[in-house]
């Protein structure tokens, strides 16, 4: 996860998690299944890494095809969906799970 020095006003404490209607709501994983993160309707992510559930845990807002996130522990991150079905977020390709 990468930090900006200049959202220190944006953080999560200082800003509620916003409702979300995207069509990147639902679960995305990395190729080896190893990360999984879940894009919540209300505004929260829930990221899980190996066996560690919910290793990480913020809000997150979705604009056009580009992703910021806040993690609870007050890093930043930021990610783009190159399509529908894959997002490239902190250096790793994600894949919409499919149901």
């Given at each position: 996860?990468?930090?900006?020095?200049?959202?220190?006003?944006?953080?999560t404490d200082s800003i509620a998690a916003e409702p979300q209607s995207h069509p990147y709501l639902g679960?995305?994983?990395?190729?080896?299944?190893?990360?999984?993160?879940?894009?919540?309707?209300?505004?929260?992510?829930?990221?899980?890494?190996?066996?560690?559930?919910?290793?990480?845990?913020?809000?997150?807002?979705?604009?056009?095809?580009?992703?910021?996130?806040?993690?609870?522990?007050?890093?930043?991150?930021?990610?783009?969906?190159?399509?529908?079905?894959?997002?490239?977020?902190?250096?790793?390709?994600?894949?919409?799970?499919?149901?």
């Amino acid at each position: 996860m990468s930090t900006h020095a200049n959202d220190a006003a944006d953080t999560t404490d200082s800003i509620a998690a916003e409702p979300q209607s995207h069509p990147y709501l639902g679960m995305w994983v990395t190729g080896d299944g190893r990360i999984r993160q879940e894009l919540l309707p209300t505004g929260r992510y829930d990221e899980a890494r190996g066996t560690r559930r919910s290793a990480y845990q913020g809000r997150y807002r979705v604009t056009g095809t580009q992703i910021d996130y806040w993690d609870d522990t007050g890093f930043t991150a930021e990610g783009t969906f190159a399509d529908d079905d894959t997002l490239h977020h902190g250096g790793m390709i994600f894949y919409r799970e499919k149901r």
